[in-house]
């Protein structure tokens, strides 16, 4: 679950999630959601491998988000589906499912530049939950 969170000149989201590997996923899929439309209703045939090194979860999460985004922007790959093997001790393996961006079959909805360390969050909240905060600069 996420839900976008105003921002001067910039956009974020909060996402809420059962479990870490839940978060991570919630995320990459809110900032897809934000940049195509219809993300969701693709049927993904390539996949991409993800793994990405960080010294805290704030870290992590910038870096999981900004590898996404650099997938997307270099090999112009609309990742619909993301998964994640491994994370902890500053690590994450996983991977994302996606298919080449075609301007006739995809409406980009806004762009993203930068997934920013600005306001990053990333808790376990009492009840074992887990949120996060971002913010994107477009």
Same mark, same amino acid.
Do not use: C
């Given at each position: 679950?996420?839900?976008?969170?105003?921002?001067?000149?910039?956009?974020?989201?909060?996402?809420?999630?059962?479990?870490?590997?839940?978060?991570?996923?919630?995320?990459? =899929?809110?900032?897809?959601?934000?940049?195509?439309?219809?993300?969701?209703?693709?049927?993904?045939?390539?996949?991409?491998?993800?793994?990405?090194?960080?010294?805290?979860?704030?870290?992590?999460?910038?870096?999981?988000? =900004?590898?996404?985004?650099?997938?997307?922007?270099?090999?112009?790959?609309?990742?619909?589906?993301?998964?994640?093997?491994?994370?902890?001790?500053?690590?994450?393996?996983? =991977?994302?499912?996606?298919?080449?961006?075609?301007?006739?079959?995809?409406?980009?909805?806004?762009?993203?530049?930068?997934?920013?360390?600005?306001?990053?969050?990333?808790?376990?909240?009492?009840?074992?939950?887990?949120?996060?905060?971002?913010?994107?600069?477009?």
């Amino acid at each position: 679950m996420y839900q976008i969170i105003d921002h001067t000149a910039d956009v974020g989201i909060r996402v809420e999630a059962d479990s870490l590997p839940e978060l991570f996923i919630e995320a990459a =899929s809110a900032m897809f959601d934000l940049m195509i439309e219809h993300r969701r209703r693709l049927i993904p045939s390539i996949e991409v491998p993800i793994s990405v090194e960080a010294p805290s979860l704030d870290q992590l999460l910038v870096r999981w988000l =900004s590898e996404l985004l650099f997938v997307f922007e270099n090999r112009r790959l609309v990742l619909s589906s993301f998964w994640i093997d491994e994370i902890g001790g500053g690590r994450l393996f996983g =991977s994302a499912k996606g298919l080449k961006f075609d301007a006739t079959r995809h409406a980009r909805k806004m762009e993203i530049k930068a997934v920013t360390y600005h306001k990053i969050r990333v808790e376990q909240t009492g009840g074992g939950r887990w949120l996060a905060e971002v913010i994107f600069d477009i």
